[in-house]
Structures are given as structure tokens and as C-alpha cells.
């Protein structure tokens, strides 16, 4: 059961994971938009509204989308092809997977484009501060981003892609050759470039670094609000389910105690139950009905199974021989008393599911598969998935039990008893699927 609840309870995490895939996608989407603006700049250069060269703009263009399409690739390939455990989106270096390549791709598409990257460069910052990033991470941002800025200026000015305002520190006439434009790399033109050119941008890309770093901060304390507010609210959920729980076995105890018991055939079937359960889930058949949060709501309802024998007289319940058909028919009424008991407690309850699952294992957990139980004479699958894995457990705990009409039968001649009645009194498919935990079912049962 352990593992059941911790399933359950986990929700940190879930709240850190979806803001991580909803920053993917939004990334996702936002530099898709940016590669199509780019592709749009390509064809106005091919119209000749820009006058940036195609020899360069194309091998730009398709380099940047390469790059582009990397992450992409990545994501088919472990989804798609592979069917990668957790979808890559999911996976919180994911952020690197979109980041890197699309900043390189940005950035190779804005240096033969222009040299005004400065906008497009604030970009990174832009795409960091939808994730929660870490101290290290925003050195990284900062850095790429500063020294971005001096391989821009420089780069468009060697490649001659500079325009007329860059230029004119230098000499326009000597910038015609790219060996000229080397050879005017001096220490004061450099310095004027850097002075002139990389300092301002430098300083801007710096203020928005530490806007975008603040964002960041903003929704970090956010996010760990909800968390804590989450904790709060699932403290309380457990607190009141504990609650619950603890009242449900006790009452169930007391009525056991009525006809000898001592509680522990409450415990066992509950047990058996559970065992049942997290083996069906397993199966593709279950799998997604089976979910840790039906299991525990089916298992913390179990108990209750026989809530109903509250309404049988003594006489009947502690009765050493068999029962007449008449003090039978009484006894059958347990199933419905119980249900309605069941709708007493629990209609007004916040958690319907739970409700309907206690409410069909106190009322159906004697219907027979083949139709032959009470009280409704439900057959196959009309009886509820609840009640079909009750009547398994109650069954096979009878059988080993002593009871004031009959002795015990050993855990394995009862499974053996259990597997019979595949088909008849229990569901075929599920004592097949459980055959493989009959030693599980024996040592419950010690
Ligand atoms: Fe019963």
C-alpha cells in the first residue's frame, strides 16, 4: 500500500513538471514563430527589399532551421520511434534540447541578416525566463549573451554586412576587401567598435538579463507558493482520509466481533484486496481504470463489505449449523441493508467515486458471475469491478477462517478452491490474471 500512496500523494513534483512543459511548449512555439519571420526576411532579400547577400542569407537560413529542427528531430525520435518511458517534453533538461540550438540558430540568421541583433539577442533571457532556472544557469544566460554581442559587431563588420552607421567609424572607402577590412583592425578602431558599438548593447543586454532574472525569481516564489499551498490542502486530505480509514475498520471490527471475529478478517480481506488490485493494474485491460486513486479509494472501502450484518439477529449470525432457507434469506439481506447503510454515511460525501465503490462492494459482493448471487442476480460484468475483486477476497477468507459452522481449510487448498470457480461463481479473466500471485494470497493469509 505503500506504494499506492506515495503515487498518490506526489504532488511537488507534478506542479514543477507542468510548469516545465508548459515553458516547452510556449518555447517551442515562440521560436517556431521566429524561424518563420527569419524564413519571411529570406524572401523579402530574394524581392530585393533587403540588401543583405543570398550568398550568405542562404546558407544562414538553412543552417538556423537545421539547428531549428534538431530539438525536433530528438523529441520524434525518443517519442515516436523509441516510445521513450516519459515524453521528452516532460524532461526538464528538455529546456537545453530547445535553448541552445535555437539561440545558435537566432543568432547565425541575425549576423548575416544585420548587425542589429541587439533585439533578437534579448531572445535567450526571453526563452530562460519562462523555466525555473538555477543560479549557474543564469551565469551561462549571461555570459552567451555579453559575448555575443563583440562576435556580432565584429563578425558583420569583417563580413561587410555592417551598415553605413557602422561603417563610417571606419573608413568606408578602405572596407571594400575583407584583407582591408582585417588589416583596420588596429587597437583604436577595435577599441572605437568595442567604445561605440559593443558597450551600449553590452549594457542593455545586462539590464535585460536582470529584468528577465527577476521573472524568473517571480515565478519560482510563485510556484513554490502553490506548492506549499498544495501541501497544506493534501495534509489535510490525508488527515481527513486517515480519518476516515480509521473509522470505516473500526466500525467494520465491531460488527465483526458481533459473530466472534476479531477484526482480522476486516485486515486480511483488505489485504487480498489490494493484492488483487495492483496485480489487475498491470494488465493493458486495467490499467487506466485501475488507477493508484481507485485502488486506494476500493481498499479503504473493503472493510465495509459486510457493514450490513449490523441488521441479521444473533441468532442467525452465531448460528454453529446450517442455515434454513428462511434464516438464509435473512441473512442475504446484509447486501442491500449494507448498501443503504453505505448511502447513509457517504451520499453527502465530497467523494462520490468513493461512495460508488463502497456502496457496490457492500451491495454486490455476493453476486455471482454466473448469475446465481444476490441480490440482484447481476451476472459478468454487470456486477461492478469492486465487488467482483470483494467476492475473491471474502471468499477465500472464509475458507481458511474458522468459523462457528466450520473449520478452516489450508491458504492453498482455498486458492485451488478460488480457481475452481473461475466461471462460475468469479470473474474467469481475473482468476487467470491472479493465478500468479498465489503465494502472495498464502502468505496474506497467515
Ligand atoms: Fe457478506
Redesign the pocket.
Known amino acids: 500500500m505503500n506504494k499506492v500512496k506515495k503515487d498518490y500523494w506526489h504532488y511537488s513534483d507534478l506542479v514543477y513538471q507542468e510548469a516545465e512543459i508548459k515553458a516547452n511548449r510556449f518555447n517551442f512555439t515562440f521560436t517556431g514563430a521566429l524561424i518563420i519571420l527569419d524564413i519571411l526576411i529570406f524572401v523579402l532579400s530574394l524581392l530585393g527589399v533587403f540588401t543583405a547577400p543570398l550568398a550568405l542569407v542562404i546558407p544562414a537560413c538553412i543552417i538556423a532551421a537545421s539547428l531549428f529542427i534538431s530539438p525536433l528531430l530528438v523529441w520524434l525520435i525518443f517519442d515516436k520511434f523509441v516510445k521513450y518511458k516519459y515524453s521528452l517534453l516532460q524532461w526538464k533538461e528538455c529546456k537545453y534540447l530547445i535553448y541552445v540550438p535555437v539561440y545558435f540558430a537566432l543568432l547565425i540568421v541575425d549576423i548575416m541578416l544585420s548587425q542589429h541583433a541587439v533585439l533578437l539577442i534579448v531572445i535567450p533571457p526571453l526563452m530562460a525566463a519562462q523555466y525555473r532556472f538555477i543560479r549557474r544557469d543564469w551565469w551561462l544566460i549571461f555570459i552567451t549573451t555579453v559575448v555575443t554581442i563583440p562576435i556580432i559587431i565584429y563578425g558583420s563588420f569583417l563580413f561587410g554586412l555592417a551598415d553605413y552607421n557602422l561603417l563610417k567609424t571606419v573608413n568606408l572607402e578602405e572596407a571594400d576587401s575583407i584583407a582591408e577590412r582585417f588589416n583596420l583592425f588596429n587597437a583604436k578602431r577595435a577599441v572605437d567598435l568595442f567604445l561605440h558599438h559593443c558597450l551600449p548593447r553590452i549594457f542593455a543586454i545586462i539590464a535585460i538579463d536582470f529584468l528577465m532574472a527577476s521573472i524568473v525569481q517571480r515565478n519560482v516564489n510563485m510556484l513554490k507558493k502553490q506548492v506549499e499551498l498544495n501541501n497544506e490542502v493534501n495534509d489535510q486530505i490525508e488527515k481527513q482520509n486517515r480519518l476516515q480509514t480509521a473509522v470505516i475498520e473500526e466500525l467494520a471490527s465491531v460488527i465483526e466481533t458481533r459473530d466472534l471475529g476479531t477484526g482480522e478478517h476486516v485486515r486480511r480481506t483488505k489485504l487480498y484486496v489490494a493484492l488483487i488490485c495492483e496485480r489487475l493494474a498491470e494488465e493493458d485491460k486495467y490499467k487506466d481504470i485501475l488507477t493508484p486513486e481507485t485502488i486506494n479509494k476500493i481498499v479503504t472501502a473493503a472493510p465495509m ?2 457493514i ?2 449490523i441488521a441479521v439477529s444473533d441468532t442467525i449470525l452465531l448460528k454453529p449449523g446450517k442455515l434454513t432457507d428462511e434464516e438464509f434469506n435473512q441473512m442475504k439481506v ?2 442491500v441493508k ?1 448498501g443503504e447503510m453505505v448511502k447513509n454515511f457517504f451520499k453527502n460525501f465530497d467523494d462520490h467515486d468513493f461512495y460508488e465503490e463502497a456502496y457496490a462492494i457492500a451491495t454486490y ?2 453476486e455471482k458471475w454466473d448469475g446465481s448471487g444476490y441480490p440482484d442476480g447481476l451476472k459478468e460484468e454487470e456486477i461492478p469491478l469492486a465487488a467482483r475483486i470483494m467476492a475473491i477476497a ?1 471468499v477465500f477468507d472464509a475458507l481458511v477462517s474458522k468459523r462457528v459452522y466450520k473449520e478452516p481449510i489450508p491458504a492453498e487448498e482455498a486458492f485451488d478452491v478460488i480457481v475452481k470457480e473461475a466461471g462460475h461463481h468469479f470473474d474467469p479473466e481475473m482468476i487467470n490474471i491472479i493465478k500468479t500471485i498465489k503465494d502472495e494470497f498464502i502468505n496474506a493469509s497467515k
Do not use: A, F, N
Open positions: 463489505h459486510d450490513g450484518k446484509h447486501s449494507g459482493h455476493h471474502d
